[in-house]
């Protein structure tokens, strides 16, 4: 499943990592070494997210684009 949310990527000093969130989706994250690895692993976890929606009958957000307009 490919979604269209908005994935946001920052560096976390306390984790020592990269964290990815998909505000869209509620509590959907990921973290990785490497910026690349936390959306790799963020794309897992926005896929499992929908699919646990889908069978629980959950409505699912349609994507908003861009959380912060210019």
Known sequence: MNSKSEIIIY???ADNCFLAEVPEL???MADGKS???ALKNVRVVMNEWIETAQS???QIPEPKGRSIQT
């Open 11 to 13: 560096w976390s000093k």
């Open 26 to 28: 509620a509590g959907c």
């Open 35 to 37: 910026y690349e690895s």
């Open 56 to 58: 629980l009958g959950r």
